[in-house]
C-alpha cells in the first residue's frame, strides 16, 4: 500500500520532489528521517499531514480515500485521482531522550501530530536490556523509568499504543548509564606531623551524582571524620605510634570504595642535637655532635648543619653524628649550628663556640742576642698565637746576608757563626706553619764584637719613693768594660739608666699594687747584652711598721710545757690576762698591750700535779680579784679535786687552798656559777666516778661538801640560763638513750625534773653559745664525729635548730671547744682542735643562714688543749688563746678570718711562690710526696681557690715504682712573662731514678704538659740561679746520701725552659749536705754556690762549702769555712742594706759570713740566737723599716730577729706554728706590702699561710 500510495501521491501531489527523492526544499525531510525522529516536527509535517493535505502520506492502514484533503492544496497539474480526504495519520514517538538517574532514568520523547482523544491510549517505555516497561498516559511525554541497576548503561524505545491496536515504537535513544557511587579517591600527598597527620586526596569521578562529602576514618581511633574538602588534618594522635587510615567518597548513591593508607607514625619535631663542637681544619673544620634527646617519635632523617657567618647549609645522613664543611677561610671564626630532621620537619638548632679557623702564626717575639766568643747567639720567645695550627719551623735571615736557614721549633735558641767581625747584623725571623709564614719580628743591630753578659741575682724592694732594685755586675769583655745598666719594669716602670759602676736603681712610676718583671741589661761599647733572667714583683708602698705580729696565731714562750690557760683580768688594770698552768703551779702571763705578754711571779706548789682540763676563773673569796681553780690529778696515792689560787690582782696569788675527792677519784670538767642565789660563785663538776657534783662556795675561797646532783655518764654538763628565768640550769649529753638532758635550776643549789631533747648518735664535746643572734648565750652546740648540731631555746626548752655537716678533717674534739665571736659580727664562732690530725677547725657562725658558714681548718701541729678567750688586743674581736704538748702558750687572734691552710693529703715536698693565676698577687704552691702532686693556693679575694698539677713522677713504661714530690721551685723559666714551676721527685726505691719535672705556663695561663728529666736517686733539694749569664734561670740539684759523696746536678736552660744535663759535681766534703744557697759571694758578677753541712754537738763541727762561679755553668774552686758544731742553720742575706751579699749562718751566735777578695771567709757575729738550731733562715724586711731582719725557721719555736738603727737585733713577736714544720718562705700574701710566711708540716700535713699584722 506505501508503495501504491508513494506511486498515486507522485502523480497527484504538487510536489517537486518525487517519493523517496530529497526535496529542494531546505526544511524537506525523507518519512525515515521523520519517523526515526532525526528531523524536527517542522521538516516533517509534509509526511505526518493527512493523506489529502499537502503531499504527506497517509495512514498506510486507511480503509478508505476520502478524496481530497481538508488543508491540501490542489495538485499542481495533475488530475485528482480521488484520494481520501482527511484520514487519521497515527503518529509514532519521536527524538526520544534519557536522562539517567539513581537506579533510574526519565525518558522523554516528543508525539507529532498530537492524536485526537481517545485515538491514543498509552505509551510504553522501555529499557533495554532488562526490559523494564513503564506505561505512560497519553498526554505525557516523559516517564521515570524505575527498579534499573545502578551504573549500567541503557536504551530506551517509546511506544504508541492507539485504540484500534495499533503500537508505533520509536526509534531506540541514545545510551544513557544508570548513576553509580563515585570513583575512590586517590592520594594526593600526606604528612606525618606533631601529634597529627595531614592528608590531601584528589577528587573522583561522582558516577553520575554530586559528590556530598568524604568520610574519613583513623585506625587505631575515633568515629569517621566527614569532611567536603579533599584535604583533613587528624590532630590528637601518639606520636610514635603506628596508624592506618582510609577516605571514601559520598554521593547519593553511596560510599566508594576506600583508598587507604598504612603504616603513618605521627612524630614531633626532634629536640636539638646535644655537645656541638667543631675542630678546627685548613680551610675547613669538622663539626661534631651527639643525637637529640628525643627524635619526635619517629626515625632522624638526616641533620642540617648550618655555618655562620655565611649562611651555607649541608645536609648529612640522619646517622651522621660529624660532617667536615669545606670552602672556609683562614682565620675566620665560626659558628656551626645543627638541627636534626625527620619526617615532620626541622628541629631546633645547637649552635658551637666559635671555632677560629687555623691562620698564619703570629711575629715570634722578643729577638735578641749577643755577640760572644765568635759567635751570634740569638734567642726569642714563641709567637703569642700560633694561628691555630702547630708550628712547623722558624725562617731566620739577616741583614747583611750570611745567616739564612731555617729552624726547628725548639729550642727557641740559635748559635751563628762564620759572620764578619766589626759588622753590625740585623736578623728577621718567621714563624711557619702549615698556613704559611707568619709577620716578621727583628732584631736590633747587633755588633759583632762582644757585649756584656746579663747581669745575675736581681733583688727588688718597694719603698716609699719607688722600687730599688740591685744586682751583681756584669761580665764585660776584657778591654770593653760596661758603660751603663738599663733598668725596666714592665708594665708601668720608667726605665732607669745608670753608669757602669752602680748596682743599684729605683724605678718610679708603678701604682701601689702593680705586679711588674723587671730586667737589668748591661751595654758596653758594642751594644747591650742580654737582659738578666727575670724577676716578679708586686710593688706596695710600705707602711712603717713598728712592731709586727702574725696571724692567725703568734706564740708567746714560757719555757716549760703547760697544762691549761684561762683568761681574765688578774692585774686590774681592765685588760685580760692569761693564766697558766705548769705542772704544779700556776702563773699569769700579764698583757703588756701591742699583742705582747710578760709572766709574772710563778705560785706556790699545789702539792699536785695538774691534768690538761680546763681551769675555772671567778672570785670565789669575793674580794673583787679573780681567782683561778684547776683539776688535780689522781691516783692511789694522790686523792684528786681541784685547788683555788686566790688572785692578788697584781698578777700573783695567794697560797693554795685545796678541796679534795678520793683516791683514784678527781673531775673531768668544772663550771662556776651561782647555783644558790647567795651571791658566791659555786663549782658544778662532773666526777671521774659517773656523778655530777656541786660545791657551793662559802665566800672565803673554801666549799661546802660536794652535793650530788645526779649519777651520770662520761659526759659533762654545760651551764647557761636556758629558761631564762634568772637562775643558772644545766645540760648534759646522755648518749646511751640518745637525748639530751636539760636540768633548770631553783635558784637554790638544785634542780627540777629535767626534760629530754631527742638526739640520735648524739656524741661529742657540748659548748655553750648564741648561734641564733638573739644576743643570749643559751643555744647548745655538740661537736660530734660527723656533724655539728646546735639546739637554742625559743621556748625555754632545747630544741634542734640546725645541723652543719663536717668534711673528713672535721670530727671530735680533742678537748673541751670554745664558742666566741671571733670575727665581730656578733655571732658565736667555734674553735677546736683535732689531735689525730693535728688540725685547729674554725666553724664560723653565719649572719646569713644560721648557723653557719663552711668550716675553716689550720694545720698548726701538736697537741693543743683547754682554750681560753679574751680581747687580748683591744680591737673589739674576742681572741682565743691556747696550749698543748708545746712549751708556749698561742693565740689565735680574732679578726678577718684567715684563708684555711692547704691539705696535702700527706707528707709534704717544697713551697714556691709565684703569681700562677696571672691576678698581680701572690700564689703559693706546696709538694706533696704522698699525693704525688703540686697543690695550689691561689689568690683572688678572701677566700682563696685550689688547683693541683698531678702527676709529678711518672714511672717509666713498665716500672711500679712510685714517688712524690721532694721540693720546687717557681719563676719565668721561659721567658714568656709567666712563672713556671719545676720540681724534683722522690721515689720509694734505692736504685730507681728521680726526675726534674717542669711545668711551663702556655699563653691561656694554664700549666702545660710537664717535661720529665732523669736525676740522681738521692736529690733532694732544688734551686733556681743563671749560673752562665745567659739571662736564664738555671737549675741546681743536691743530691745527698749516707753511703757516698754528696753531688750537685747542673741544669743549664737551652731557651723556651728546656734544659740541659751538665756532668755532675762531686762535693769533696763529708756527706750529709743539708743546704743550698746561691749568691756572688765574692761580688766578681758570678752566682756562686753554698752548702751547709750542719754541726753535731761534741760529734763535728758545721762546715759551709762554697763553690766559686765561673759565669759559664761551672765553678773555679772551693773555699771552707768551719763553724761550731752547734751551726746548723744557713741563709743569705743583705744585711747592710748596700748590696753586700753574704750568709747568715746560726752558730750558737747569729753571725754574717762575707769572703774577701782572696775568697778567705769573714765571720762577723752579731746577736745570740740562744740555740742554734733550726730548719733554715730567712733575711727580710718583716717590718717595712728598710733593714733586714732574720727570721729562723724551726719546729715548735720559730723565731724572728728585727735589726735596729746600728745594725743591732732585738727579738720581736714570734709567729707560732707546728711541731713538725719542714719548710717556710716569704712572700706577701695579702698584697699589703708587709712580708709574710707560709710553712708546712709533716704532722698536719697541710701548708699554712701566716699574715704578718702590722701592730700601730
Same mark, same amino acid.
Given at each position: 500500500?506505501?508503495?501504491?500510495?508513494?506511486?498515486?501521491?507522485?502523480?497527484?501531489?504538487?510536489?517537486?520532489?518525487?517519493?523517496?527523492?530529497?526535496?529542494?526544499?531546505?526544511?524537506?525531510?525523507?518519512?525515515?528521517?521523520?519517523?526515526?525522529?532525526?528531523?524536527?516536527?517542522?521538516?516533517?509535517?509534509?509526511?505526518?499531514?493527512?493523506?489529502?493535505?499537502?503531499?504527506?502520506?497517509?495512514?498506510?492502514?486507511?480503509?478508505?480515500?476520502?478524496?481530497?484533503?481538508?488543508?491540501?492544496?490542489?495538485?499542481?497539474?495533475?488530475?485528482?485521482?480521488?484520494?481520501?480526504?482527511?484520514?487519521?495519520?497515527?503518529?509514532?514517538?519521536?527524538?526520544?531522550?534519557?536522562?539517567?538517574?539513581?537506579?533510574?532514568?526519565?525518558?522523554?520523547?516528543?508525539?507529532?501530530?498530537?492524536?485526537?482523544?481517545?485515538?491514543?491510549?498509552?505509551?510504553?517505555?522501555?529499557?533495554?536490556?532488562?526490559?523494564?516497561?513503564?506505561?505512560?498516559?497519553?498526554?505525557?511525554?516523559?516517564?521515570?523509568?524505575?527498579?534499573?541497576?545502578?551504573?549500567?548503561?541503557?536504551?530506551?524505545?517509546?511506544?504508541?499504543?492507539?485504540?484500534?491496536?495499533?503500537?508505533?515504537?520509536?526509534?531506540?535513544?541514545?545510551?544513557?548509564?544508570?548513576?553509580?557511587?563515585?570513583?575512590?579517591?586517590?592520594?594526593?600527598?600526606?604528612?606525618?606531623?606533631?601529634?597529627?597527620?595531614?592528608?590531601?586526596?584528589?577528587?573522583?569521578?561522582?558516577?553520575?551524582?554530586?559528590?556530598?562529602?568524604?568520610?574519613?576514618?583513623?585506625?587505631?581511633?575515633?568515629?569517621?571524620?566527614?569532611?567536603?574538602?579533599?584535604?583533613?588534618?587528624?590532630?590528637?594522635?601518639?606520636?610514635?605510634?603506628?596508624?592506618?587510615?582510609?577516605?571514601?567518597?559520598?554521593?547519593?548513591?553511596?560510599?566508594?570504595?576506600?583508598?587507604?593508607?598504612?603504616?603513618?607514625?605521627?612524630?614531633?619535631?626532634?629536640?636539638?642535637?646535644?655537645?656541638?663542637?667543631?675542630?678546627?681544619?685548613?680551610?675547613?673544620?669538622?663539626?661534631?655532635?651527639?643525637?637529640?634527646?628525643?627524635?619526635?617519635?619517629?626515625?632522624?632523617?638526616?641533620?642540617?648543619?648550618?655555618?655562620?657567618?655565611?649562611?651555607?647549609?649541608?645536609?648529612?645522613?640522619?646517622?651522621?653524628?660529624?660532617?667536615?664543611?669545606?670552602?672556609?677561610?683562614?682565620?675566620?671564626?665560626?659558628?656551626?649550628?645543627?638541627?636534626?630532621?625527620?619526617?615532620?620537619?626541622?628541629?631546633?638548632?645547637?649552635?658551637?663556640?666559635?671555632?677560629?679557623?687555623?691562620?698564619?702564626?703570629?711575629?715570634?717575639?722578643?729577638?735578641?742576642?749577643?755577640?760572644?766568643?765568635?759567635?751570634?747567639?740569638?734567642?726569642?720567645?714563641?709567637?703569642?698565637?700560633?694561628?691555630?695550627?702547630?708550628?712547623?719551623?722558624?725562617?731566620?735571615?739577616?741583614?747583611?746576608?750570611?745567616?739564612?736557614?731555617?729552624?726547628?721549633?725548639?729550642?727557641?735558641?740559635?748559635?751563628?757563626?762564620?759572620?764578619?767581625?766589626?759588622?753590625?747584623?740585623?736578623?728577621?725571623?718567621?714563624?711557619?706553619?702549615?698556613?704559611?709564614?707568619?709577620?716578621?719580628?727583628?732584631?736590633?743591630?747587633?755588633?759583632?764584637?762582644?757585649?756584656?753578659?746579663?747581669?745575675?741575682?736581681?733583688?727588688?724592694?718597694?719603698?716609699?719613693?719607688?722600687?730599688?732594685?740591685?744586682?751583681?755586675?756584669?761580665?764585660?769583655?776584657?778591654?770593653?768594660?760596661?758603660?751603663?745598666?738599663?733598668?725596666?719594669?714592665?708594665?708601668?716602670?720608667?726605665?732607669?739608666?745608670?753608669?757602669?759602676?752602680?748596682?743599684?736603681?729605683?724605678?718610679?712610676?708603678?701604682?701601689?699594687?702593680?705586679?711588674?718583671?723587671?730586667?737589668?741589661?748591661?751595654?758596653?761599647?758594642?751594644?747591650?747584652?742580654?737582659?738578666?733572667?727575670?724577676?716578679?714583683?708586686?710593688?706596695?708602698?710600705?707602711?712603717?711598721?713598728?712592731?709586727?705580729?702574725?696571724?692567725?696565731?703568734?706564740?708567746?714562750?714560757?719555757?716549760?710545757?703547760?697544762?691549761?690557760?684561762?683568761?681574765?683580768?688578774?692585774?686590774?688594770?681592765?685588760?685580760?690576762?692569761?693564766?697558766?698552768?705548769?705542772?704544779?703551779?700556776?702563773?699569769?702571763?700579764?698583757?703588756?698591750?701591742?699583742?705582747?705578754?710578760?709572766?709574772?711571779?710563778?705560785?706556790?706548789?699545789?702539792?699536785?700535779?695538774?691534768?690538761?682540763?680546763?681551769?675555772?676563773?671567778?672570785?670565789?673569796?669575793?674580794?673583787?680579784?679573780?681567782?683561778?681553780?684547776?683539776?688535780?690529778?689522781?691516783?692511789?696515792?694522790?686523792?684528786?679535786?681541784?685547788?683555788?689560787?686566790?688572785?692578788?690582782?697584781?698578777?700573783?696569788?695567794?697560797?693554795?687552798?685545796?678541796?679534795?675527792?678520793?683516791?683514784?677519784?678527781?673531775?673531768?670538767?668544772?663550771?662556776?656559777?651561782?647555783?644558790?642565789?647567795?651571791?658566791?660563785?659555786?663549782?658544778?663538776?662532773?666526777?671521774?666516778?659517773?656523778?655530777?657534783?656541786?660545791?657551793?662556795?662559802?665566800?672565803?675561797?673554801?666549799?661546802?661538801?660536794?652535793?650530788?646532783?645526779?649519777?651520770?655518764?662520761?659526759?659533762?654538763?654545760?651551764?647557761?640560763?636556758?629558761?631564762?628565768?634568772?637562775?643558772?640550769?644545766?645540760?648534759?649529753?646522755?648518749?646511751?638513750?640518745?637525748?639530751?638532758?636539760?636540768?633548770?635550776?631553783?635558784?637554790?643549789?638544785?634542780?627540777?625534773?629535767?626534760?629530754?631533747?631527742?638526739?640520735?648518735?648524739?656524741?661529742?664535746?657540748?659548748?655553750?653559745?648564741?648561734?641564733?643572734?638573739?644576743?643570749?648565750?643559751?643555744?647548745?652546740?655538740?661537736?660530734?664525729?660527723?656533724?655539728?648540731?646546735?639546739?637554742?631555746?625559743?621556748?625555754?626548752?632545747?630544741?634542734?635548730?640546725?645541723?652543719?655537716?663536717?668534711?673528713?678533717?672535721?670530727?671530735?674534739?680533742?678537748?673541751?671547744?670554745?664558742?666566741?665571736?671571733?670575727?665581730?659580727?656578733?655571732?658565736?664562732?667555734?674553735?677546736?682542735?683535732?689531735?689525730?690530725?693535728?688540725?685547729?677547725?674554725?666553724?664560723?657562725?653565719?649572719?646569713?643562714?644560721?648557723?653557719?658558714?663552711?668550716?675553716?681548718?689550720?694545720?698548726?701541729?701538736?697537741?693543743?688543749?683547754?682554750?681560753?678567750?679574751?680581747?687580748?688586743?683591744?680591737?673589739?674581736?674576742?681572741?682565743?688563746?691556747?696550749?698543748?704538748?708545746?712549751?708556749?702558750?698561742?693565740?689565735?687572734?680574732?679578726?678577718?678570718?684567715?684563708?684555711?691552710?692547704?691539705?696535702?693529703?700527706?707528707?709534704?715536698?717544697?713551697?714556691?711562690?709565684?703569681?700562677?693565676?696571672?691576678?698581680?698577687?701572690?700564689?703559693?704552691?706546696?709538694?706533696?710526696?704522698?699525693?704525688?702532686?703540686?697543690?695550689?693556693?691561689?689568690?683572688?679575694?678572701?677566700?682563696?681557690?685550689?688547683?693541683?698539677?698531678?702527676?709529678?713522677?711518672?714511672?717509666?713504661?713498665?716500672?711500679?715504682?712510685?714517688? +712524690?714530690?721532694?721540693? #720546687? /721551685? %717557681?719563676?719565668? $723559666?721561659?721567658? *714568656? @712573662?709567666?712563672? !713556671? &714551676? =719545676?720540681?724534683?721527685?722522690?721515689?720509694?726505691?734505692?736504685?730507681?731514678?728521680?726526675?726534674?719535672?717542669?711545668?711551663?705556663?702556655?699563653?691561656?695561663?694554664?700549666?702545660?704538659?710537664?717535661?720529665?728529666?732523669?736525676?740522681?736517686?738521692?736529690?733532694?733539694?732544688?734551686?733556681?740561679?743563671?749560673?752562665?749569664?745567659?739571662?736564664?734561670?738555671?737549675?741546681?740539684?743536691?743530691?745527698?746520701?749516707?753511703?757516698?759523696?754528696?753531688?750537685?746536678?747542673?741544669?743549664?736552660?737551652?731557651?723556651?725552659?728546656?734544659?740541659?744535663?751538665?756532668?755532675?759535681?762531686?762535693?769533696?766534703?763529708?756527706? +750529709?749536705?743539708?743546704? #743550698? /744557697? %746561691?749568691?756572688? $759571694?765574692?761580688? *766578681? @758578677?758570678?752566682? !756562686? &754556690? =753554698?752548702?751547709?753541712?750542719?754541726?753535731?754537738?761534741?760529734?763535728?763541727?758545721?762546715?759551709?762549702?762554697?763553690?766559686?762561679?765561673?759565669?759559664?755553668?761551672?765553678?773555679?774552686?772551693?773555699?771552707?769555712?768551719?763553724?761550731?758544731?752547734?751551726?746548723?742553720?744557713?741563709?743569705?742575706?743583705?744585711?747592710?742594706?748596700?748590696?753586700?751579699?753574704?750568709?747568715?749562718?746560726?752558730?750558737?751566735?747569729?753571725?754574717?759570713?762575707?769572703?774577701?777578695?782572696?775568697?778567705?771567709?769573714?765571720?762577723?757575729?752579731?746577736?745570740?740566737?740562744?740555740?742554734?738550731?733550726?730548719?733554715?733562715?730567712?733575711?727580710?724586711?718583716?717590718?717595712?723599716?728598710?733593714?733586714?731582719?732574720?727570721?729562723?725557721?724551726?719546729?715548735?719555736?720559730?723565731?724572728?730577729?728585727?735589726?735596729?738603727?746600728?745594725?743591732?737585733?732585738?727579738?720581736?713577736?714570734?709567729?707560732?706554728?707546728?711541731?713538725?714544720?719542714?719548710?717556710?718562705?716569704?712572700?706577701?700574701?695579702?698584697?699589703?706590702?708587709?712580708?709574710?710566711?707560709?710553712?708546712?708540716?709533716?704532722?698536719?700535713?697541710?701548708?699554712?699561710?701566716?699574715?704578718?699584722?702590722?701592730?700601730?
Amino acid at each position: 500500500m506505501r508503495s501504491v500510495w508513494c506511486i498515486l501521491v507522485a502523480f497527484t501531489a504538487l510536489a517537486t520532489a518525487g517519493c523517496g527523492e530529497k526535496s529542494n526544499d531546505a526544511t524537506s525531510c525523507s518519512e525515515s528521517q521523520c519517523r526515526s525522529g532525526e528531523c524536527s516536527s517542522e521538516g516533517c509535517e509534509s509526511f505526518l499531514a493527512n493523506p489529502g493535505g499537502d503531499g504527506g502520506p497517509g495512514d498506510a492502514g486507511s480503509s478508505e480515500d476520502a478524496g481530497s484533503g481538508d488543508g491540501g492544496p490542489p495538485d499542481a497539474g495533475g488530475r485528482d485521482a480521488g484520494a481520501v480526504s482527511g484520514a487519521l495519520v497515527l503518529s509514532t514517538p519521536i527524538n526520544v531522550k534519557a536522562v539517567p538517574g539513581i537506579r533510574s532514568a526519565e525518558v522523554s520523547w516528543g508525539l507529532s501530530p498530537t492524536q485526537p482523544t481517545g485515538v491514543l491510549t498509552a505509551f510504553e517505555v522501555k529499557a533495554s536490556p532488562g526490559g523494564v516497561l513503564v506505561s505512560a498516559v497519553p498526554t505525557a511525554r516523559s516517564a521515570q523509568v524505575t527498579g534499573l541497576a545502578n551504573g549500567t548503561s541503557y536504551t530506551f524505545t517509546v511506544t504508541a499504543v492507539y485504540a484500534d491496536g495499533s503500537r508505533k515504537v520509536s526509534s531506540v535513544s541514545s545510551s544513557v548509564r544508570t548513576s553509580s557511587v563515585p570513583g575512590a579517591p586517590s592520594w594526593s600527598s600526606w604528612k606525618t606531623g606533631d601529634q597529627q597527620v595531614t592528608l590531601n586526596w584528589r577528587v573522583p569521578s561522582d558516577g553520575g551524582q554530586p559528590i556530598q562529602g568524604y568520610s574519613v576514618t583513623l585506625s587505631p581511633g575515633g568515629q569517621p571524620l566527614t569532611t567536603t574538602e579533599t584535604t583533613v588534618t587528624l590532630t590528637g594522635l601518639t606520636n610514635g605510634a603506628t596508624y592506618g587510615v582510609s577516605v571514601v567518597a559520598i554521593n547519593a548513591v553511596g560510599s566508594s570504595s576506600a583508598a587507604t593508607l598504612s603504616a603513618l607514625v605521627p612524630t614531633a619535631l626532634p629536640s636539638a642535637p646535644v655537645r656541638v663542637s667543631a675542630a678546627p681544619l685548613l680551610r675547613a673544620a669538622t663539626v661534631y655532635w651527639a643525637p637529640p634527646a628525643s627524635t619526635g617519635g619517629g626515625t632522624l632523617s638526616g641533620y642540617v648543619i648550618t655555618t655562620q657567618p655565611g649562611g651555607m647549609t649541608q645536609t648529612v645522613s640522619g646517622t651522621a653524628t660529624s660532617a667536615t664543611l669545606s670552602g672556609l677561610v683562614n682565620g675566620g671564626v665560626y659558628t656551626f649550628s645543627v638541627a636534626a630532621q625527620n619526617s615532620t620537619g626541622t628541629g631546633p638548632a645547637t649552635t658551637s663556640t666559635e671555632v677560629t679557623l687555623p691562620d698564619i702564626p703570629s711575629a715570634p717575639v722578643n729577638l735578641t742576642g749577643v755577640f760572644s766568643q765568635g759567635r751570634v747567639e740569638l734567642d726569642w720567645l714563641p709567637p703569642v698565637s700560633d694561628g691555630r695550627s702547630a708550628l712547623t719551623g722558624y725562617k731566620l735571615t739577616s741583614s747583611p746576608a750570611g745567616a739564612e736557614r731555617s729552624l726547628p721549633t725548639t729550642p727557641t735558641v740559635v748559635s751563628i757563626t762564620g759572620l764578619a767581625l766589626d759588622v753590625s747584623y740585623t736578623f728577621t725571623l718567621v714563624a711557619v706553619n702549615a698556613v704559611g709564614e707568619g709577620p716578621s719580628v727583628s732584631s736590633a743591630p747587633i755588633l759583632t764584637r762582644p757585649q756584656p753578659k746579663a747581669p745575675t741575682d736581681v733583688r727588688v724592694t718597694s719603698t716609699v719613693d719607688g722600687v730599688v732594685v740591685r744586682w751583681n755586675q756584669a761580665t764585660a769583655p776584657e778591654g770593653d768594660p760596661v758603660t751603663e745598666y738599663l733598668v725596666t719594669a714592665s708594665p708601668g716602670g720608667v726605665p732607669v739608666t745608670v753608669a757602669g759602676d752602680t748596682l743599684v736603681a729605683t724605678v718610679t712610676g708603678l701604682p701601689s699594687g702593680t705586679q711588674a718583671r723587671f730586667h737589668v741589661t748591661a751595654r758596653n761599647s758594642a751594644g747591650r747584652g742580654r737582659p738578666s733572667a727575670p724577676v716578679f714583683h708586686r710593688h706596695v708602698t710600705p707602711l712603717a711598721c713598728e712592731t709586727p705580729s702574725f696571724a692567725p696565731i703568734s706564740g708567746h714562750s714560757y719555757g716549760s710545757p703547760l697544762n691549761f690557760v684561762g683568761a681574765g683580768d688578774f692585774t686590774g688594770d681592765g685588760q685580760p690576762d692569761v693564766v697558766v698552768g705548769a705542772t704544779y703551779r700556776v702563773a699569769v702571763m700579764a698583757n703588756e698591750g701591742r699583742r705582747s705578754f710578760s709572766r709574772r711571779e710563778l705560785s706556790a706548789s699545789a702539792q699536785a700535779t695538774f691534768l690538761d682540763l680546763p681551769p675555772v676563773v671567778a672570785d670565789f673569796n669575793k674580794d673583787g680579784k679573780l681567782d683561778v681553780a684547776a683539776i688535780l690529778f689522781a691516783d692511789s696515792t694522790h686523792k684528786g679535786g681541784f685547788v683555788l689560787y686566790p688572785g692578788n690582782g697584781d698578777g700573783t696569788f695567794l697560797a693554795p687552798i685545796t678541796t679534795n675527792t678520793a683516791l683514784n677519784t678527781t673531775l673531768n670538767c668544772m663550771a662556776s656559777g651561782d647555783f644558790n642565789s647567795d651571791g658566791t660563785p659555786d663549782v658544778l663538776a662532773h666526777t671521774t666516778g659517773n656523778q655530777i657534783v656541786l660545791y657551793r662556795g662559802l665566800g672565803n675561797g673554801s666549799f661546802a661538801s660536794p652535793t650530788t646532783i645526779v649519777s651520770s655518764s662520761g659526759y659533762c654538763p654545760i651551764v647557761a640560763d636556758f629558761n631564762r628565768d634568772g637562775f643558772l640550769d644545766y645540760a648534759r649529753i646522755d648518749g646511751a638513750n640518745n637525748r639530751i638532758v636539760q636540768a633548770n635550776g631553783t635558784g637554790t643549789g638544785t634542780f627540777k625534773t629535767p626534760s629530754y631533747v631527742p638526739c640520735t648518735t648524739c656524741g661529742g664535746e657540748a659548748v655553750v653559745g648564741d648561734f641564733d643572734k638573739d644576743g643570749a648565750r643559751d643555744d647548745v652546740a655538740i661537736i660530734g664525729r660527723d656533724r655539728v648540731r646546735v639546739f637554742n631555746t625559743p621556748s625555754g626548752t632545747l630544741s634542734l635548730l640546725g645541723e652543719t655537716i663536717l668534711p673528713d678533717e672535721g670530727g671530735i674534739p680533742t678537748a673541751i671547744p670554745i664558742a666566741v665571736d671571733l670575727d665581730g659580727d656578733a655571732v658565736s664562732d667555734l674553735l677546736w682542735s683535732t689531735n689525730y690530725d693535728r688540725h685547729l677547725h674554725v666553724l664560723p657562725g653565719s649572719t646569713t643562714a644560721p648557723p653557719f658558714a663552711p668550716l675553716l681548718t689550720y694545720g698548726f701541729s701538736g697537741e693543743a688543749y683547754t682554750p681560753a678567750a679574751g680581747d687580748f688586743d683591744g680591737d673589739g674581736r674576742m681572741d682565743v688563746v691556747l696550749t698543748g704538748d708545746f712549751m708556749d702558750m698561742r693565740v689565735f687572734w680574732g679578726g678577718p678570718l684567715m684563708p684555711e691552710s692547704l691539705p696535702l693529703e700527706g707528707a709534704p715536698g717544697g713551697l714556691a711562690q709565684g703569681d700562677f693565676n696571672r691576678d698581680g698577687s701572690a700564689d703559693l704552691a706546696a709538694g706533696s710526696i704522698a699525693k704525688n702532686a703540686i697543690h695550689l693556693s691561689l689568690s683572688g679575694g678572701a677566700s682563696r681557690g685550689r688547683a693541683m698539677l698531678s702527676p709529678v713522677y711518672v714511672p717509666p713504661t713498665g716500672s711500679t715504682v712510685t714517688g +712524690g714530690v721532694r721540693d #720546687l /721551685v %717557681a719563676g719565668d $723559666l721561659d721567658e *714568656d @712573662g709567666q712563672e !713556671d &714551676l =719545676a720540681a724534683i721527685t722522690t721515689v720509694q726505691s734505692s736504685t730507681a731514678s728521680n726526675q726534674l719535672v717542669v711545668f711551663k705556663r702556655l699563653p691561656s695561663g694554664e700549666f702545660d704538659l710537664a717535661v720529665r728529666y732523669p736525676e740522681d736517686n738521692t736529690v733532694y733539694e732544688l734551686i733556681k740561679v743563671d749560673l752562665n749569664e745567659d739571662g736564664r734561670f738555671d737549675l741546681v740539684t743536691l743530691s745527698s746520701w749516707l753511703f757516698d759523696k754528696d753531688s750537685l746536678g747542673i741544669w743549664l736552660n737551652q731557651g723556651n725552659g728546656r734544659f740541659a744535663a751538665q756532668p755532675r759535681y762531686a762535693l769533696s766534703s763529708e756527706r +750529709g749536705t743539708s743546704g #743550698l /744557697v %746561691a749568691a756572688d $759571694l765574692d761580688r *766578681d @758578677g758570678h752566682m !756562686d &754556690l =753554698a752548702l751547709l753541712r750542719g754541726g753535731q754537738p761534741i760529734v763535728a763541727p758545721g762546715l759551709v762549702h762554697v763553690l766559686w762561679g765561673n759565669g759559664a755553668g761551672g765553678f773555679a774552686g772551693t773555699t771552707t769555712f768551719t763553724g761550731t758544731p752547734y751551726m746548723r742553720n744557713m741563709g743569705r742575706a743583705d744585711l747592710d742594706g748596700q748590696g753586700l751579699v753574704g750568709l747568715v749562718v746560726d752558730n750558737g751566735e747569729m753571725g754574717f759570713l762575707t769572703f774577701d777578695a782572696a775568697r778567705q771567709p769573714v765571720l762577723t757575729l752579731r746577736f745570740d740566737s740562744q740555740d742554734g738550731a733550726g730548719l733554715g733562715l730567712i733575711a727580710e724586711d718583716f717590718n717595712s723599716d728598710g733593714r733586714t731582719d732574720v727570721f729562723s725557721n724551726s719546729s715548735y719555736a720559730p723565731k724572728l730577729w728585727l735589726q735596729q738603727s746600728g745594725g743591732a737585733f732585738s727579738p720581736a713577736r714570734l709567729p707560732s706554728w707546728g711541731s713538725a714544720v719542714q719548710d717556710a718562705l716569704v712572700a706577701d700574701w695579702n698584697g699589703d706590702g708587709l712580708t709574710d710566711l707560709a710553712f708546712t708540716d709533716t704532722e698536719a700535713k697541710s701548708a699554712t699561710l701566716m699574715l704578718n699584722v702590722c701592730l700601730p
